[in-house]
Each structure stands twice: as C-alpha cells, then as structure tokens.
C-alpha cells in the first residue's frame, strides 16, 4: 500500500511561483513512476508532468518551460516547481505514482484511469 499526501498549494497572483510537494509512504519501493495531473473545474484531469526514479521526466506542452519537476529518492519525495503562473493554471493538483513508467505514459496519452494511486489534491488558485 502507498500513500501519497500533497502539499504546498494555495493562492498566489498571476506570474508568480508555487512549489508542490508530494510524500509518499508505504510500500515506496515498488514505485517507479510518479507524476503531478491537474484539474481546471469542470474539467478532465491531465498530465502535468512526470518523472521516473532514474530521472528521465515529461512535461505537457503547456506548461513547459514554466514547470520543473524534480524528485528526492531518499525522501520518497516529488516537487513540482511553477514559474510564471497564469489564471488558466488555477486547478487542483493531484500526485500520483505507478511501479511502472508505462501506465504515466498511458494515463499521458489515454487519460488519467490508467493510474490508481493518488493523493488527495492540492488547490492552486491563480488570481489575475
């Protein structure tokens, strides 16, 4: 079993920065594969970014440039670190992981089903 919790949202004004953080705990070892989704209201949830234990990352074309995602191995950790925010990026931020890189790429590609393990959500409100 793992547990994700996420934390670090908020609101904040259009351009500035928010860094997200997501622990996990639990049966770490089996995941390979974690990534950050995000949904606007009303909305279906989408990729945002994911990252692999080795490093190899992806990142959805709008918010590249804008957005790094990082991870912390040793503290079972995974951040996502947003510059230059706009109204448009206001959703609730989920994290997510899977022991493979494959179900990222289909829930990328497919949608947000192919993954089973998430957090709670982190609410992020761009003001303009």
């Known amino acids: 079993q793992v547990h994700l919790v996420e934390s670090g949202g908020g609101s904040v004004q259009a351009g500035g920065s928010l860094t997200l953080t997501c622990a996990a705990s639990g049966s770490v070892a089996s995941i390979d594969a974690m990534g950050w989704h995000l949904q606007p209201p009303g909305k279906e949830r989408g990729l945002v970014a994911a990252?692999?234990?080795?490093?190899?990352?992806t990142y959805a074309d709008s918010v590249k440039g804008r957005v790094t995602i990082s991870r912390d191995n040793g503290k079972n950790t995974v951040y996502l670190q947003m510059n230059s925010l706009k109204p448009e990026d206001t959703a609730v931020y989920y994290c997510?992981?899977?022991?493979?890189?494959?179900?990222?790429?289909?829930?990328?590609?497919?949608?947000?089903?192919?993954?089973?393990?998430w957090g709670q959500g982190a609410p992020v409100t761009v003001a303009s």
């Open positions: 990252i692999v234990r080795d490093g190899i990352v």
């Open positions: 997510a992981a899977d022991p493979t890189w494959g179900a990222m790429v289909a829930a990328f590609l497919k949608g947000y089903q192919y993954l089973e393990l």
